[in-house]
């Protein structure tokens, strides 16, 4: 090819490169849905008033990543779904493979190279009365978009939390294990972890000990040990949870579950979150308090370092 030919081909696929770049920082792309079992328009997605998943927050979701067009963990989430499912006796008519599948349709259909999922299951359609028993046909659907919870500087110097006044449920209440539309408890405390200008609320269980935050697990580490509480204390079995387990067999560090209260927290040397939104990211104070020097710890450090690879393993 002639000399003079390369630049205009050069100068097109920069500027195809920047049209990209620019509509998915601004969602300008029309995203392809999934729902029930067929890929359509966002404008094409809409879900029934009468959908109790709407009326009642009776269903479940999933929040899952995908890193260089791959899904993080995908048959992990699609696990912790179906059980949620299994708790609420909802009878999803796809099986495991086919929402493994659809979630991967998904992200292919809309061809981006890192983003979130969100994967959502309804009791269905009904009519005005509790029973879902009246829904004779759940609904799912999955979303794919950008996402940045957090500022990239708040994973250089961590972020600050306040103990929310608002206590996780008891199973017997609302079972913090099943990962519901039912999010007002989370919602309520994470509203006043913003109006006090914190990045998260601890949140307590009904005993006073510590829980989790509003949608991320919660990690301290003392004298190199790294701790978490058991998910019997009110806390979601997180996917990035597990994930820092085996980062942690992996990198040598001693990990175990430990029953806390605030005071372990705020006596600790290091605190870090987990989430698939959050990723892995520190936490430096408590109600104003500093933890440890105030500052992203050493052993976080290495944690959300080797996290950053693993995801794109
Ligand atoms: N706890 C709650 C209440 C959550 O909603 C989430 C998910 N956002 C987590 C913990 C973290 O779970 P995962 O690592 O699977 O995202």
Redesign the pocket.
């Known amino acids: 090819m002639k000399k003079n030919a390369i630049q205009p081909l050069f100068l097109l696929y920069l500027w195809r490169k920047v049209v990209i770049m620019v509509a998915f920082t601004f969602n300008f792309f029309i995203m392809k849905i999934w729902l029930d079992g067929k890929l359509v328009d966002q404008s094409e997605a809409t879900v029934s008033v009468f959908d109790h998943g709407v009326l009642y927050g009776d269903g479940v979701f ?4 995908f890193y260089s067009g791959k899904v993080f ?1 995908l048959e ?2 699609i696990v ?1 779904l179906f059980d949620s499912m299994r708790y609420l006796d909802i009878h999803c008519p796809w099986s495991f493979e086919e929402v493994c599948n659809a979630t991967k349709e998904t992200v292919a259909a809309n061809g981006m190279e890192d983003g979130y999922i969100r994967l959502v299951v309804t009791r269905g359609t009904g009519d005005l009365g509790l029973n879902p028993r009246n829904c004779p046909k759940p609904s799912m659907f999955i979303i794919v978009q950008n996402i940045a919870l957090y500022p990239a500087e708040m994973y250089e110097n961590g972020l600050s939390m306040i103990t929310s006044t608002f206590r ?1 449920p008891n199973p017997d209440i609302l079972c ?1 294990q099943v ?1 519901s539309l039912n ?1 007002l408890n ?1 919602i309520s405390a994470k509203m006043e972890a913003v109006a006090q200008g914190a990045g998260e609320a601890l ?1 307590l269980n009904q005993r006073g000990n510590v829980a ?6 919660i990690f301290i580490v003392r004298n190199g040990v790294v701790m978490t509480p058991p998910l019997t204390e009110g ?9 820092v387990f085996d980062i942690c067999a992996e990198l040598g560090i001693t990990c175990i579950e430990k029953v806390m209260n605030r005071f372990d927290v705020l006596s600790a040397d290091e605190c870090f979150l ?5 990723e892995v990211i520190a936490a430096t104070s408590l109600d104003g308090r500093k933890i440890g020097s105030g500052v992203a710890g050493p052993v976080t450090g290495r944690i959300l370092a080797r996290f950053r690879t693993l995801v794109r393993e």
């Open positions: 999933e929040g899952i990543r963990r992990e989430h912790r996780r913090p990962k999010y989370g949140m989790e935050c509003t949608g991320d697990n806390a979601l079995g997180g996917i990035t949870r597990h994930a987990t989430g698939t939104a959050a």
